[in-house]
């Protein structure tokens, strides 16, 4: 918090969440599981005060990146998450072309799967973002494609 230290020292200030995905990357000739942001450019800001915050970003310096505020809820990525901000990795077939997940915070919904990458063992879903959507990268492993 650049521009706002004080909000989170005076309590103003709850949370501040950036959320993260797993994935696996071969490097080294070894399988690694790495962290990724799964929203680049967008925190979660949960506070008393929103008033404030709005005031503090109006008054910043004008050689700094503008911040756009809306107010949304982020319940939807939480439930995906296991470990407060971590999306862990999925696990899953392909079944006559449509992915049946086995194992991961995606299993039962599948629905949301918009488009898989099976090169990069990761997955875009679609989460409800405020008033809109938004296309998320979440880890997904497919190990097997039955036809």
């Known amino acids: 918090m650049e521009r706002c230290p004080g909000l989170v020292t005076s309590g103003e200030m709850e949370e501040i969440v950036s959320f993260q995905y797993q994935r696996m990357m071969r490097y080294n000739g070894k399988w690694h599981l790495e962290k990724r942001t799964a929203l680049p450019g967008c925190v979660f800001l949960a506070g008393t005060n929103i008033r404030m915050l709005k005031e503090n970003r109006q008054t910043g310096s004008e050689t700094k990146r503008n911040i756009s505020l809306s107010p949304c809820e982020p319940?939807?990525?939480?439930d995906l998450c296991q470990d407060g901000i971590l999306i862990g990795i999925s696990r899953g077939?392909?079944?006559?072309?449509?992915p049946v997940i086995t194992s991961g915070p995606l299993k039962g919904r599948e629905r949301l799967v918009r488009k898989i990458d099976r090169h990069k063992r990761t997955a875009e879903i679609e989460v409800p973002f405020g008033k809109e959507t938004k296309h998320v990268t979440v880890g997904l492993e497919i190990y097997e494609k039955e036809t």
């Open 75 to 78: 319940p939807f990525l939480r």
């Open 93 to 98: 077939v392909i079944r006559n072309g449509v």
